[in-house]
């Protein structure tokens, strides 16, 4: 059994409570957030389900009235028809203003809902660990989460509103045959089944079909992306990817759409076949009802309200039950929204905004990290401290565990062993924001965010208000000044040909703009730099590396290993394991790994 399909239905012990429970969540979050809206849609919804057995009688009262008019000749037996007629025509024109109006005001509901749900989300996301975020199983929730943000909640509580609606109507029909022919109430409850029980069969169906095919539909989603984005053009068009991309994209159309016509096939035909069912007891009952007023058993008035409650009757079981039905289906789709807004984080906040020993620095003591379902460890009892003021530079190859150093430096990841400390407090323990503001990063791979240049530098504060002077030293630290010179519009100009205004960059200028934002927060005691200068040209390398930086610790992942020369400590992972430290002479002389890699490279530049 998959994922999907394991999540895929609510115990059926417990379903309908959780249907009620899930409803009552959705209901209580509309009216929190528009309570006055909610309410206007009640009371319109009472008068809706009210007028339709209130017409019915009022017509029957009319046809009984111009009878008695005919027969009797009386003046005021004519008036009291013509009267009974603009009830009629009154109880008519509100039912038809209280229809559009629900149409109104529910599709208000509709917006506003939408927006409330998709900010849930967004804050459930926002609050999940970088571990979390990388974890199939949430991504799998965020994406079903997002699909249905604007229509299943919105569609749950309609039908909780159809649900009251039909069903007082119904209640208000059922009184009216009551009064005249209660065991039609039989054949109005008979009539209204068979639909209801198609469209509950086909209700799971559909849940699993299309639950059960979001992988396809990300990838066929990923494929349309390889064709049509400005990141993937190049090697598309290079490498002539695009006939293979499409006949996999036409091939995964073909399998989604040939299983969503068999689908729609199979509720269609039995839709009908019951939908006659349902049409051949009305047609029993009107035939009775003609039949036995023939015979004086009712009058007039009596069989047309009669044919009129059987018809309406039918279809408000029908709507009643098929509200039912639609609600469970809404339901399990909420349900995966709930779920994912019930996902806990992985760990609780930390609160401190100091260490008890501010001179002990950053620090790992025997740290280990593993990724789920992998064999070895991305680092294994990996130690070392970085003291105020002090470089420290890492090397190892692709693989060895640089980049998962850097997210346990950042407390991005727990280790599963050993601990990271800051001024000899675990990271666990420390605010967030205080560790952020202790923390200067440049991240491999950086985001190239497709904004201002401006909101490219100020996103290393979270684009907080920052003053003019502190953005332009971070343009010059970052060595990112000739990019926004050249650029125009300067700081103001949008990136990325995405936008009909927008300049595209080189991977160097993008580069130099992640270095400034790194570089904005001028608190950051701790600067962490994966592989900075990795598409800075040999100048641009050597300001950016020769910069004084007084009193501020620095851990440099570079592949250059010419890079790390002034290094007070140079750290030497291989596979995740620490395999040398020492300074750059100290790690010539030993002859190890260190000392292979740089005569690998300096012998390039002979």
């Known amino acids: 059994m998959s994922e999907t399909e394991d999540m895929a239905e609510p115990d059926p012990q417990g379903g309908r409570l959780d249907g009620v429970r899930q409803a009552a969540r959705t209901l209580s979050m509309a009216a929190s957030a528009r309570p006055l809206l909610v309410i206007v849609i009640t009371l319109v919804t009472l008068v809706a389900a009210l007028l339709p057995a209130a017409a019915l009688y009022v017509s029957k009262l009319v046809i009984d009235g111009v009878v008695t008019a005919i027969d009797t000749g009386a003046q005021a037996d004519r008036d009291m028809a013509l009267i009974w007629v603009g009830v009629e025509s ?57 699909q249905f943000s604007a229509s299943r909640p919105y569609s749950l509580i309609n039908r909780v509103f159809d649900l009251a609606q039909h069903g007082l109507t119904l209640v208000f029909l059922l009184a009216l045959l009551v009064t005249s022919a209660p065991w039609l109430i039989l054949l109005v409850v008979a009539g209204g089944l068979p639909v209801f029980i198609g469209n509950l069969r086909f209700s799971g169906d559909a849940y699993r079909f299309y639950t059960g095919r979001t992988p396809q539909m990300r990838e066929r989603n990923y494929l349309e992306g390889l064709l049509t984005q400005e990141g993937a053009a190049r090697e598309r068009l290079h490498f002539a990817q695009g006939a293979e991309l499409k006949h996999r994209f036409r091939g995964l159309f073909d399998t989604l759409h040939g299983d969503d016509t068999a689908l729609k096939g199979r509720q269609a035909l039995f839709g009908t076949l019951l939908g006659l069912t349902g049409s051949a007891v009305f047609l029993g009952g009107k035939i009775w009802i003609v039949a036995v007023t023939i015979g004086g058993a009712f009058t007039l008035g009596q069989m047309t309200m009669l044919v009129g409650l059987l018809k ?199 580069q130099r703009l992640a270095m400034a934002r790194a570089l904005l927060n001028e ?84």
């Open 90 to 146: 009154g109880l008519l024109a509100l039912l038809l203003a209280a229809r559009r109006g629900l149409v109104f005001f529910k599709g208000q509901l509709h917006a506003e809902l939408g927006f409330i749900v998709s900010q849930r989300i967004l804050d459930k996301a926002d609050s999940f660990s970088l571990f979390q975020i990388e974890d199939p199983a949430i991504q799998e929730k965020l994406v079903m989460a997002r």
């Open 312 to 510: 309406q009757g039918q279809a408000a079981v029908n709507n009643v039950l098929s509200a039912f039905s639609g609600s469970y289906e809404d339901v399990l789709y909420v349900t995966n929204l709930y779920d994912l807004l019930d996902t806990p984080p992985d760990r609780s906040p930390g609160t401190a905004i100091s260490g008890p020993d501010p001179q002990d620095g950053l620090r790992f003591d025997h740290v280990s990290y593993r990724y789920p379902g992998q064999k070895r460890p991305a680092l294994n009892a990996v130690s070392f401290q970085l003291k105020p003021g002090m470089r420290m530079g890492i090397v190892g190859a692709n693989g060895s565990g640089k980049t998962t150093l850097v997210k346990l430096a950042t407390g991005l990841y727990t280790p599963d062993s050993g601990r990271v400390t800051l001024d000899g407090l675990d990271l666990v323990e420390w605010d967030a924001a205080a560790l952020r503001q202790r923390l200067g990063v440049l991240f491999q791979p950086h985001v190239n965010y497709k904004l201002s240049v401006r909101d490219n530098i100020l996103a290393g504060m979270g684009w907080r208000d920052v003053p003019d002077d502190q953005v332009e030293r971070a343009i010059d630290a970052g060595l990112a000044r000739s990019v926004v010179e050249d650029l125009p519009g300067g700081l103001d100009a949008r990136l990325s040909k995405r936008f009909p205004d927008g300049q595209e960059l080189s991977g160097g200028q993008w």
């Open 523 to 606: 608190d950051a005691d701790i600067l962490i730099l994966d592989e900075p200068t990795a598409a800075l040209d040999p100048a641009a390398e050597a300001a950016f590396l020769n910069e004084e930086r007084p009193g501020q610790s620095l851990i440099l992942i570079s592949h250059r290993l010419s890079n790390l020369r002034n290094a007070d400590l140079i750290l030497v992972l291989d596979k995740g394991q620490t395999v040398a430290t020492g300074d750059h002479a100290t790690l010539m002389a030993e002859g190890g790994l260190y000392a292979e890699l740089f005569a690998l490279q300096a012998e390039a530049y002979r």
